[in-house]
């Protein structure tokens, strides 16, 4: 009895571990080691061909001007290409006359509601025309603006408050007789006080000036920028005849040759705008 029962659990086991034996064949051991990565082809990519260095285009530059010295008598910086009055929209109109000396005059009956206009060129330095309106230091005489206009005679009040050309307290422009630009404190304000007053416009077609079809465009086609001022009552032209004496400086410094006008203010004067042949 007792050989059976041990061959009886011994015939069991061997069935149970030949079962077990079988299932283990069929089924994949979860501890399978994957294969190699040498063994897995990868892809390929082929080298890009290599870009080659490209050289930066070079910066804009000033242009540089002449390396020559003005002389007295022989300026060499901005030439005016313009110097005149223009309508309050824009039109410009003819001198009424103009000398002997090439000055021009224009009539307004009541010496305000038009614009003076400047325009310039860069002149025997070939430099760039300078465009500061304002460069005031007090006590310091050294200190002038690139657009230097004066007057001959009081506009307005003639205060010689600087650039005082704003509300609530806004005054005239003094006069210069005869036009001096000497580098001293008056005739510095003086030249601030006025040049203050001009708005630059270095595009033709964004200037202040318009063309008989209604075009903006310089009055010059020669000119390289322009400034405009409109003038107020606040400082307008005193009856009679004012004559203005404009010059320009470049960007080293150099100041070009003057140029004049006359605004001729009549002492029955009833309109505003300068009145020029038609």
Known sequence: MRLCRAMSRCGFSVV????VMGCAAKTPSKNAMAPDMEDTPVPTVPPSTPTPDVTPAPLATRPVGKQIKGAKGRPIGPVVTFFGAARADGNTVEPTSVDKNGI???????GSGFMIVVEAKPGESEAEVARRVF??????PKEQPDLQIETNRDMGNGSRDVCDRQRPKIGGIPGIKPANFSQTQAIS??????????ETFIESDSSCTMTKNGDFSYVSKDSA??????????????VGETLLTV?????????????QMRILRPADSK????KGKK
């Open 247 to 259: 010059r320009l400086r470049d960007v080293d410094g150099n100041v070009g040759p003057t140029k």
């Open 225 to 238: 920028v322009q400034f405009c001022m409109m003038i107020a009552r606040a400082y307008q032209f005193p």
């Open 189 to 198: 304000d003086a030249l601030n006080d006025f040049a203050c007053r001009f």
């Open 16 to 19: 149970v571990a030949v079962l």
């Open 271 to 274: 309109t505003s705008a300068p």
């Open 104 to 110: 021009a005059t224009y009539t307004s009956s009541v």
């Open 135 to 140: 460069s005031y230091v007090p006590n310091d």
